[in-house]
């Protein structure tokens, strides 16, 4: 099976600005998590879809947004992008409540 | 409310030597507990899962841990080092009622000296 594809992998945006990232997990998967890592905060969980129905939220703004479509495909918005906003964002995928399985990431610059 | 210490950030050890990643963690439930690996400018892949089953989990490459309820500590070991060791490990707590939100340790960077 196919990995957890993330795209696009590198991102540069300017200050104010909004963002778009995607995520396609794992066939059969009905689950998609967000994770923000960073040098300073570490990993952080940002939210959990399950069957297009948000799940689980963190401790987040609510500039973070996300979705997920009917074949589990997700994407996070992230608006009115502030320079802390920089980090490397995980996607991982789930049958439900189980392992994670996590993709490469998309590193996000912002400048 | 659950959280995870990883007591060291940084370990270094030489290649054939043991490798032991310290982890205490805290959970108000029966935990689940992960370690994950990220090599440079990779994703995070799991290593192994403790899920209450046998308390002594192996996992891929070599690699097991302990969990030990008494000592809330879930360390991870490896008896002979080798150079593709070389990362950042993440010990990982969550549970039932938490979903799929996982809550990550600080991470430690394993070093491994030729």
């Known amino acids: 099976k196919a990995g957890v594809t993330q795209t696009p992998r590198y991102l540069i945006k300017t200050r104010g600005q909004q963002v778009t990232l995607s995520c396609s997990p794992i066939?059969?998967?009905?689950?998609v998590s967000w994770y923000q890592q960073t040098p300073g905060q570490g990993l952080q969980f940002l939210f959990e879809?399950?069957?297009?129905?948000?799940?689980n939220k963190g401790n987040f703004p609510g500039r973070f947004s996300g979705r997920q479509f009917s074949n589990s495909r997700s994407e996070m918005n992230v608006s009115t992008l502030e320079l802390g906003d920089s980090a490397l964002y995980l996607c991982?995928?789930?049958?439900?409540?189980?392992?994670?399985?996590f993709g490469p990431g998309t590193r996000l610059t912002v400048t | 409310a659950q959280s995870v210490t990883q007591l060291d950030s940084h370990v270094s050890v030489s290649e054939g030597t043991p490798v032991l990643l310290r982890c205490n963690y805290s959970?108000?439930?029966?935990?689940?507990l992960f370690w994950y690996v990220q090599h440079p400018n990779k994703g995070l892949q799991l290593l192994l899962k403790?899920?209450?089953?046998?308390?002594l989990v192996k996992g891929i490459n070599g690699f097991e841990a302990e969990f030990k309820k008494s000592e809330t500590s879930f360390h991870l070991t490896k008896p002979s080092a080798h150079m593709s060791d070389a990362a950042e490990y993440f010990c990982?707590?969550?549970?039932?009622?938490?979903?799929?939100?996982?809550?990550f340790g600080g991470g430690t960077r394993l070093m491994v000296k030729p």
């Open positions: 991982a995928s789930s049958p439900d409540r189980d392992e994670q399985y």
């Open positions: 066939s059969g998967h009905r689950s």
């Open positions: 879809y399950f069957s297009e129905t948000q799940r």
């Open positions: 959970s108000s439930y029966s935990p689940s």
């Open positions: 403790y899920t209450s089953a046998a308390t």
């Open positions: 990982v707590v969550t549970h039932n009622n938490a979903g799929n939100m996982l809550t």
